[in-house]
């Protein structure tokens, strides 16, 4: 399938990349802008509208095979208030949808989120197989948005990255770049909780996989690459990709927490010290395929930063 896309969200870190990928394999994409701006180069069309008031979205959606929905609150976002993330994650989900329905689209790619099946952390590997226990604001949001779908009649799809990775990250991978920068060795060699990440371009071809994909879906999938990583590992990568060593100190844990303790910093020590790693059997299932190993991805995202 290359048909006609309509894409929301086009201006953000993923949706910028999803544009260029997704017109780069093919498909023409119509952006759906919230204000008018200057249509993203690579757009064939470009609608303006507010999805949180969509008066009439039968325009802005004629003519479209699939939507792919990457606009929302992010979690970066932190200090909003919940009913920001119901109505700009959950309500303009549902209504987008709802249009879709109307306008009969044949499937809806939906970013989810992995805060939409479980917490910062966990203690096991995370599958789809898993009851979703969202445990903030935001993954509440993202996962009442997927029940909002689930109760249309569209074929639809929810994928849950996990941390995503690539050129103009923030959040927390802004700062492990901050710290890979740091000319000081870092005393985090003690740390072996992993973590799963994902790139851009891995996310971008599971996007790919949905949309061509057999119907129908009416499912959520976990967006994981394979090999997850400690801490220490991503320093590693990326310092790798800066030409440099590790430069890495093997703290024992206990230690490190007690210091992080002592400071006040047990909130940051508990989320760097945690796992999270998940596996994205039903990507696989459909012949998705990760675009590179993480190490490199990261190790070519410092280079280039």
């Keep these: 399938m290359t048909g006609l896309v309509a894409l929301t969200g086009s201006t953000g870190f993923i949706g910028r990349h999803l ?3 997704l017109t780069a394999r093919g498909y023409r994409v119509r ?29 802005a959606l004629a003519d479209v095979d699939a ?7 992010a979690h970066a976002m932190s200090g909003a208030p919940e009913d920001d993330y119901r109505t700009l994650n959950t309500q303009a989900t549902a209504r987008l949808a709802e249009a879709a329905e109307r306008a009969r689209v044949r499937r ?4 989810s ?4 099946q479980t917490g910062a952390t966990a203690p096991g590997v995370v599958t789809e197989a898993d009851a979703p226990r969202p445990t903030d604001a935001y ?10 779908l689930a109760a249309t009649g569209l074929d639809w799809a929810a994928l849950r990255p996990v941390l995503v990775y690539g050129p103009g990250a923030k959040g927390n991978l802004e700062a492990l770049l901050k710290l890979a920068r740091s ?8 740390l072996r909780a992993t973590r799963s990440l994902i790139s851009l371009e891995s996310l971008s071809a599971a996007v790919d996989v949905l949309l061509r994909a057999p119907g129908p879906l009416k499912a959520p999938f976990i967006a994981a690459d394979p090999d997850p990583l400690t801490l220490a590992e991503m320093i590693a990568a990326l310092r790798s990709g800066l030409g440099r060593g590790p430069g890495l100190l093997p703290v024992p844990e206990a230690l490190l927490g007690l210091a992080c303790r002592l400071t006040g910093r047990q909130e940051l020590f508990e989320r760097v010290a945690g796992g999270l790693v998940a596996r994205a059997d039903g990507l696989v299932a459909l012949g998705w ?4 190993p993480t190490r490199e991805g990261l190790a070519r995202l410092a280079s280039q930063s």
């Design 139 to 148: 993954g509440r949001s993202k996962r009442e948005a997927e029940e909002a």
């Design 19 to 21: 544009l260029a990928a």
């Design 108 to 111: 809806f790619v939906f970013l």
């Design 183 to 190: 000319p000081a060795p870092l005393p985090l060699g003690g």
């Design 289 to 292: 395929r990760p675009a590179m």
């Design 67 to 73: 939507v792919v929905h990457s606009a929302g609150l």
């Design 31 to 59: 952006v759906l802008l919230r204000r008018p701006v200057e249509v993203p180069p690579g757009a064939a069309s470009a609608v303006v509208g507010d999805l949180t008031r969509p008066i009439n979205m039968a325009a």
């Design 113 to 116: 989120s992995i805060r939409a």
